[in-house]
């Protein structure tokens, strides 16, 4: 079955960098885009970045373009997103969520269960 | 980008009952419109896209419809499992954008 399980959240002061990672198996990692979707506490989602099924597009939300960079290593099923120049609102449970077609549709038919972000000092 | 506003905010049905949902877009979408489902402690689960087709393995109690900006999801008969927040999510325009959500709790 599909598994996506992310990995790498924890307490960062503002400023500072972070590398998220998440993990799949069940499917053929390298024929599907993936993205970053997270939550603030008590939050809604928020749609963070996409990178295509062969890493050769990527899109970013405005609110951390500059400062995230989503890659992925297609040789070890892994998906990464690399957090640079923390703030406060970017704490949020992350979750890595897999794209329902091989082009870059916009639809998460699979979920991750999230790792925790928190920036504070 | 997209607003997306749901309604109400909170809905409150007895198990058994009828739920019906509502998301409006800020302009159209088409019917490029997905529903999700979240559990407290929980990832979000794909309910539904296209507006209207089931992802596998949803109940037929769930259904939606709609086109353009105004969509409606509708469970038919709520079961215990069913109170959670229910987010829509336009993904005709770029970026893609949710609804804040609404809360189905039970009456």
């Known amino acids: 079955q599909v598994q996506l399980v992310e990995s790498g959240g924890g307490v960062v002061q503002p400023g500072r960098s972070l590398r998220v990672s998440c993990a799949a198996s069940?499917?053929?990692?390298?024929?599907?885009?993936i993205h970053w979707v997270r939550q603030a506490p008590g939050k809604g989602l928020e749609w963070v970045a996409v990178i295509s099924y062969d890493g050769s597009n990527k899109y970013y939300a405005d609110s951390v373009k500059g400062r995230f960079t989503i890659s992925r290593d297609n040789s070890r099923n892994t998906l990464y997103l690399q957090m640079n120049s923390l703030r406060a609102e970017d704490t949020a449970v992350y979750y890595c969520a897999r794209d329902e077609g091989v082009a870059v549709a916009g639809v998460f038919d699979y979920w991750g269960q999230g790792t925790l972000v928190t920036v504070s000092s | 980008e997209i607003v997306m506003t749901q309604s109400p905010a909170t809905l409150s049905v007895s198990p058994g009952e009828r739920a019906t949902l509502s998301c409006r877009a800020s302009?159209?979408?088409?019917?490029?419109l997905a529903w999700y489902q979240q559990k407290p402690g929980q990832a979000p689960r794909f309910l539904i896209y296209?507006?209207?087709t089931r992802a596998p393995g949803i109940p037929a109690r769930f259904s939606g419809s709609g086109s353009g900006t105004e969509f409606t999801l509708t469970i038919s008969s709520l079961q215990s499992e069913d109170f959670a927040v229910y987010y829509c999510q336009q993904y005709n325009n770029w970026p893609p954008t949710f609804g804040q959500g609404t809360k189905v709790e039970i009456k």
């Open positions: 302009q159209s979408v088409s019917t490029n």
């Open positions: 069940g499917f053929t990692f390298s024929t599907y885009a």
């Open positions: 296209g507006a209207s």
